[in-house]
């Protein structure tokens, strides 16, 4: 799924003649507290509730206000993992989305960005989770997805991210059709690699919600 397809036509933006006051009311109606602002079709950053409150002046036009973000924005063609990529790089809600042509297009919301995740088929598919911790330079997805076709398997979605705690090491997570993965994780460690978290279906079923929430933790970070 594209960025494009993702574009809350709810949300419209403000422009540069509007004022604080404006802003304010169409924040407290779609409860959001920023907004994006445009000027001749081009993304220009967003205005945040925020701001104008600490102004004590919402007569002001928008331009007298300071923007943010003004980079918070991807192409309508990207796909929606680069939503929550830039949202979490500049901590906002919305995201801009751009067209080729560079006019603004709209914004996407997290909120709906994490929803179509939801019901990809990644996440709806049942099977289990592994984490695995390596060193960078040992990463080899193709490598790992042979390992777990060996074991009558498949990866139905992987995630990298670094290891906050050794700069030289990355955490692989997996999601794998199958809600037993005792097999899988065994030969995963036979290769090398260090397994750190397992999270099985019939776990979460039987009401291990404290693994579930750790898992949830995770994902978060």
């Known amino acids: ?132 911790s390596m060193n960078y330079r040992d990463y080899s997805l193709a490598e790992i997805s042979r390992i777990v076709e060996g074991e009558n398997a498949k990866i139905l979605s992987s995630c990298v991210t670094n290891d906050y705690m050794d700069a030289s090491r990355i955490k692989l997570t997996l999601k794998v059709n199958k809600p037993d993965i005792s097999h899988i994780s065994a030969s995963i460690e036979r290769f090398g690699y260090k397994v750190i978290g397992k999270f099985q279906e019939i776990e979460i079923k039987s009401n291990d919600q404290d693994r579930y929430d750790m898992l949830m933790k995770y994902l978060n970070i």
């Open 1 to 132: 799924m594209t960025a494009a397809e993702l574009i809350n036509y709810l949300i419209p933006p403000l422009k540069l003649t509007d004022d604080g006051n404006k802003a304010i009311i169409w924040m407290e109606e779609l409860r959001t507290n920023q907004l994006p602002v445009v000027e001749k079709g081009k993304f220009l950053g967003f205005i945040s509730e925020e701001v104008i409150l600490e102004n004590n002046d919402a007569t002001r036009p928008i331009s007298e206000y300071d923007l943010f973000a003004e980079d918070c924005f991807i192409f309508e063609d990207q796909h929606f993992y680069d939503v929550i990529k830039m949202a979490h790089e500049h901590e906002v809600q919305l995201v801009s989305i751009i067209g080729r042509n560079g006019n603004f297009l709209g914004v996407v919301t997290i909120e709906d960005t994490i929803s179509s995740f939801a019901q990809s088929m990644a996440v709806q598919e049942p099977g289990a989770i592994l984490i695995v």
